[in-house]
């Protein structure tokens, strides 16, 4: 039990919808991260968030988006979803903005693209 | 060449064994982090390291900041420990993955 809760667990959308994605991290844990896993791949960063701003971001387009909320939430946006945007969506906390601590990570969101 | 290297890919081994996992990275960095990943999805931290070495239970993880590099060690591996092992460096604001090694103990 990491005290981060992802939801949906699994979705299925169209090829052109918009997907919201959500994270609760554990209280106090004021920096998350967004990951994408492909099938068979390691996790690749999306973004980063450090008490509300973004503070880092990997390659990804701006239709990948974020928020990071005052009560520890937070939530991926992905516009105009394109079939390779199917994949596990993994968020992580930790109390570190500098991630020199442990890392908690929720169980992940499935998103397929139809 | 990625930035952080993992070897070996895939490892499978009896029930007993001493497992080792090697990482090396060629970025600066401000911490390494070893995870394992299930069947499924969940990833689980098992250590975060900036110098020296760690241990929990029967895992073992060392880290070389001159060399840059890092090994993950199981001692009298068992079944259950059959997962994903990922390491992962924290550079410039980002956590940078190593593709993982799967490891299988067979009984």
């Known amino acids: 039990e990491t005290g981060v809760t992802q939801s949906p667990t699994h979705l299925i959308k169209t090829r052109g919808q918009q997907v919201t994605l959500r994270c609760s991290s554990q209280s106090g844990h004021n920096t998350v991260s967004w990951y994408q896993q492909a099938l068979g791949q390691g996790p690749q960063f999306i973004f980063q968030?450090?008490?509300?701003?973004?503070?880092g971001r990997g390659n990804f387009p701006p239709r990948f988006s974020g928020l990071q909320f005052p009560n520890y939430s937070s939530e991926l946006n992905v516009n105009a979803l394109e079939l390779d945007d199917s994949a596990l969506y993994l968020c992580?906390?930790?109390?570190?903005?500098?991630?020199?601590?442990?890392?908690?990570f929720g169980e992940g969101s499935r998103l397929t693209v139809l | 060449k990625n930035e952080v290297e993992q070897s070996p890919q895939n490892l499978t081994a009896q029930e007993g064994e001493f497992i080792t996992i090697n990482c090396s990275y060629s970025v600066g960095i401000s911490a390494l982090h070893w995870l394992q990943q299930h069947p499924g999805g969940g990833i689980v931290s098992l250590f975060m390291?900036?110098?020296?070495?760690k241990k929990h239970g029967r895992l073992i993880a060392t880290i070389n900041i001159q060399e840059k590099h890092s090994s993950l060690h199981i001692t009298a591996s068992h079944p259950r420990d059959s997962a994903v092992y990922i390491c992962?460096?924290?550079?410039?604001?980002?956590?940078?993955w190593g593709a993982g090694t799967k490891l299988i103990i067979k009984p």
């Open positions: 390291l900036s110098s020296g070495k």
């Open positions: 992962a460096v924290y550079s410039n604001y980002q956590l940078i």
């Open positions: 992580a906390s930790t109390i570190s903005a500098q991630n020199t601590g442990e890392l908690f």
């Open positions: 968030y450090y008490r509300e701003e973004e503070n």
